[in-house]
């Protein structure tokens, strides 16, 4: 997959091109809006590392860290995109 991402930052919006599971975790950051994605209901392998990584690239995306019971429990991260964003081209599967 691979995706034309633009963050609006003010005077000059910032136009990215992003592939695999950076492209995947930005789509779902967007269309998650103010819910936000989880580990638990967006499963993927290091998805903490996919938004250090977009975070790295000048996306701002919000950790809310709330606990979960189960077999294993502990807490888990919501993460929230922050920036606004808009999604100019998706190539590939979503």
């Known amino acids: 997959m691979k995706i034309k991402a633009k963050i609006e930052t003010g005077d ?3 136009v990215m091109h992003l592939k695999g599971r950076l492209a995947w975790t930005l789509l779902e ?3 998650a809006g ?3 994605i989880t580990p638990l209901h967006n499963p993927a392998p ?3 590392h996919y938004v250090f990584s977009l975070r790295g690239k000048g996306f701002v ?3 809310e860290m ?3 019971g189960g077999a294993f429990p502990g807490e888990h991260g919501v993460y929230r ?3 606004t964003v808009t999604i100019e081209h998706v190539e590939g599967r979503a």
């Open 61 to 63: 995306i919000d950790t």
């Open 46 to 48: 290091r998805v903490s």
């Open 34 to 36: 103010e819910t936000g």
């Open 29 to 31: 950051l967007v269309k």
């Open 12 to 14: 000059t919006p910032i």
């Open 81 to 83: 995109l922050k920036s």
């Open 66 to 68: 709330q606990p979960h």
